[in-house]
T-cell receptor, first 114, second 116 residues
Framework: AQSVTQLGSHVSVSEGALVLLRCNYS??????LFWYVQYPNQGLQLLLK??????LVKGINGFEAEFKKSETSFHLTKPSAHMSDAAEYFC????????????FGKGTRLSVIA | DAGVIQSPRHEVTEMGQEVTLRCKPI?????LFWYRQTMMRGLELLIY????????DSGMPEDRFSAKMPNASFSTLKIQPSEPRDSAVYFC??????????????FGPGTRLTVT
């Protein structure tokens, strides 16, 4: 069975500082990996996805993530945090065969301090 | 594109009442997923459909929950009778064919259900 572990339920950074949100996955076969963002009282919005092309994936709003098979990791980064980045971030994994459900991590709440 | 549409956005009901949540997926998408989000359990899959056919309903908590997808543009999730522990945010998501876009899912705004 697939699973995702997000280290740190809450991360706080200063505006302009590096954002690093950690995600490790468990899967018996190479998976698809995703990062979603959820703003208060809203649905989930896709930030970026890894589907076996380039291991460094660029997404919206300046975010990127690197797939590292040897570490089974897919950490999310952004060089400079902005106040508008404050939200809940979810890492998710799915199988590659067919349209299959996402398995989500518990989420990491990002706070940005002025 | 209007995105995934869910209704109602908020529902407050009393224990024992029937609750029906509705979802309209993005046109052309062939998969539809129902997820539930709670503080304790996070985001968990309830059921999903491919081409209107239920594929996996193992996440449905118990017989009080049922879901249908009568056509490609509409799905319902029904809880009868509702209980306070059903209080959560229910999300519907749809996905195009995997070969096209790598299986990403598009989420609706959710329905916040409160059972008193």
């Amino acid at each position: 069975a697939q699973s995702v572990t997000q280290l740190g339920s809450h991360v706080s950074v200063s505006e302009g500082a590096l954002v690093l949100l950690r995600c490790n996955y468990s899967s018996s076969v190479p998976p698809y990996l995703f990062w979603y963002v959820q703003y208060p009282n809203q649905g989930l919005q896709l930030l970026l996805k890894y589907t076996s092309a380039a291991t460094l994936v660029k997404g919206i709003n300046g975010f990127e993530a690197e797939f590292k098979k040897s570490e089974t990791s897919f950490h999310l980064t952004k060089p400079s945090a902005h106040m508008s980045d404050a939200a809940e971030y979810f890492c998710a994994v799915s199988e590659r065969s067919g349209n299959t459900p996402l398995v989500f991590g518990k989420g990491t709440r990002l706070s940005v301090i002025a | 594109d209007a995105g995934v549409i869910q209704s109602p956005r908020h529902e407050v009901t009393e224990m024992g009442q029937e609750v029906t949540l509705r979802c309209k997926p993005i046109s052309g998408h062939n998969s539809l997923f129902w997820y539930r989000q709670t503080m304790m359990r996070g985001l968990e899959l309830l059921i999903y459909f491919n081409n209107n056919v239920p594929i996996d309903d193992s996440g449905m908590p118990e017989d009080r929950f049922s879901a249908k997808m009568p056509n490609a543009s509409f799905s319902t999730l029904k809880i009868q009778p509702s209980e306070p522990r059903d209080s959560a945010v229910y999300f519907c998501a749809s996905s195009p064919k995997r070969e096209a876009l790598g299986g990403e899912q598009y989420f609706g705004p959710g329905t916040r259900l409160t059972v008193t």
